[in-house]
């Protein structure tokens, strides 16, 4: 996986792994990333939480003790 362009080599083929590729290949709309960081950095998840994961969520948080990935 070539992390810097986003794109993997497959039996000699580059098969891309960009927003746009994932976002086609799964039916969902392309979205502005300044828009989509806003979201993540002021939303408060504890609201989506029940309706996403209904066993519950175990958040882990980095050093500085903000949420940085979460296990359900």
């Known amino acids: 996986m070539d992390i810097e362009n986003l794109t993997s080599t ?3 083929n580059i098969i891309p ?5 994932i976002n086609e290949l ?3 709309p392309q979205c502005d990333d300044h828009v ?4 993540l ?9 029940p309706h996403l994961c209904s066993y519950g969520i175990d958040w882990h948080f ?7 990935w979460f296990a359900t």
């Open 36 to 39: 989509f960081q806003e979201l």
């Open 10 to 12: 497959v039996r000699s």
């Open 41 to 49: 950095e002021e939303s408060n998840f504890d609201v989506f939480t």
């Open 17 to 21: 792994f960009n927003k746009e590729v």
């Open 26 to 28: 799964y039916d969902t």
């Open 62 to 68: 980095d050093a500085e003790g903000k949420r940085n």
